[in-house]
Nanobody, 116 residues
Framework: VMEVEESGGGSVQAGGSLRLSCTAPGFTANGCDMEWYREAVGKKREWVSTMASDGTTRYADSVQGRFSVSQDADTVYLEMNTLKPEDTAKYSC????????????WGQGTQVTVSS
């Protein structure tokens, strides 16, 4: 299991921006993907975005056009713009890759709170 650490959460007003970071030493070398999820109080965990090992990115419809992911070595950034109150959740990153047993790991999560 890889060590995964997020940072960058906080509180912001609607329309504002935040950038989250997720660092997992070795995930790039092992060909892993990094996925972002969020879980709001009373709701199921929701997939947000993926930075795949080949550099491609994918986004949930709910964040498409507002969120973007980028990568620098073993850190992936989730840039969140035009935040809405419904983006309030605990955001976590996950190391994953089908059929690659080395790609396992969850971060502890970081809270994002957007006020109206």
């Amino acid at each position: 299991v890889m060590e995964v650490e997020e940072s960058g959460g906080g509180s912001v007003q609607a329309g504002g921006s935040l950038r989250l970071s997720c660092t997992a030493p070795g995930f790039t070398a092992n060909g892993c993907d990094m996925e972002w999820y969020r879980e709001a109080v009373g709701k199921k965990r929701e997939w947000v975005s993926t930075m795949a090992s080949d550099g491609t990115t994918r986004y949930a419809d709910s964040v498409q056009g507002r969120f973007s992911v980028s990568q620098d070595a073993d850190t992936v950034y989730l840039e969140m713009n035009t935040l809405k109150p419904e983006d309030t959740a605990k955001y976590s990153c996950k190391i994953n890759k089908p059929l690659n047993w080395k790609c396992l790991g969850w971060g502890q999560g970081t809270q994002v709170t957007v006020s109206s």
